[in-house]
């Protein structure tokens, strides 16, 4: 008997160890497959952002209960309060510089000025009668001629009213005379529906540059301006203003300067003249003050 295999039970033999090694080698790569198939379907699963980004922390309970909503709650109210008072403060600055350019710093001249016009301030003359007080008011101050002069107009027991015309048919120019020394009667003004002053008011205190406003109906509108000092028989201001050329009167307004003022009390004179012989048909007299006296 023949002990030793024969080759081709050798060969079978070897065929079958390598089926089984190859059987081996393919179970094993399948498992890896099956694995990595696993592990690739967990990665789907998992967030995009959990692989390869740092783990967001929990906030702590300190951080969270500090809220910078607080923070923002509070900035606008402290922020609106200050700009609520910062606009009051502004507001205040504004209303108290506007009256500074109007209102007249504290006067430098009586409280109270005579409020007398005629006779002058330095005169001696004295009238115990209405009339004559307005006639020579009306020719030595106004400059009437010819004059034609009216009856009294009792007012009240101490003043009145005396109408001088420069002709019978003339407009009235109105003398107001009162009584204010005694028993002697004085001019403390004049007025002519012809020529009206709006501004400044009688006994008012003036000041350069004045503002002189009203209104007028005169010989191609033009009516002359005169401002005096008491005691003095030359004006400070010499010039005109032109309201309307017609019968109705219209709207007259001027700036007037001045240098300087000898006194304190002062008088406005506006007349019109006659384009015939220029001689003075309406009159306006004022009483006023002058706010600072420059000697």
Request: aromatic share 6%; net charge negative; hydrophobic share 40%.
């Amino acid at each position: 008997m023949n002990d030793n295999p024969s080759p081709t039970h050798a060969s079978g033999t070897s065929r079958v160890a390598w089926w089984a090694l190859a059987c081996a080698i393919v179970a094993l790569l399948v498992g890896l497959v099956a694995l990595l198939v696993a592990a690739g379907a967990d990665d789907a699963a998992a967030p995009a952002n959990s692989a390869g980004a740092p783990p967001t922390l929990p906030v702590p309970p300190s951080t969270a209960t500090t809220p910078p909503a607080t923070n923002t709650t509070v900035a606008p109210a402290t922020s609106s309060p200050s700009v609520s008072v910062s606009a009051p403060t502004t507001s205040t600055s504004t209303t108290t510089s506007e009256p500074s350019t109007t209102m007249l710093p504290p006067t430098t001249v009586p409280d109270e000025v005579s409020p007398v016009v005629w006779p002058r301030h330095d005169s001696n003359a004295r009238y115990a009668d209405p009339v004559a007080a307005a006639r020579t008011f009306a020719v030595e101050f106004i400059g009437f001629d010819p004059v034609v002069v009216g009856e009294f107009l009792a007012g009240d027991s101490r003043s009145g009213d005396v109408e001088i015309r420069s002709r019978p048919n003339g407009s009235p120019t109105v003398v107001h005379v009162r009584q204010v020394d005694g028993d002697d009667w004085a001019v403390i003004g004049a007025s002519n529906a012809n020529i009206t002053i709006a501004q400044p008011v009688a006994l008012a205190e003036i000041e350069s540059p004045m503002v002189l406003t009203g209104t007028a109906s005169a010989f191609e509108g033009t009516v002359q301006v005169r401002l005096y000092s008491d005691g003095s028989d030359e004006p400070v201001v010499a010039g005109f203003v032109t309201g309307s050329g017609g019968p109705e009167a219209g709207p007259f307004a001027d700036v007037f300067e001045w240098n300087a003022a000898t006194a304190e009390g002062a008088t406005l004179l506006l007349f019109s003249t006659s384009p015939e012989d220029d001689s003075i048909v309406d009159a306006t007299t004022l009483r006023l003050r002058f706010h600072a006296v420059t000697v």
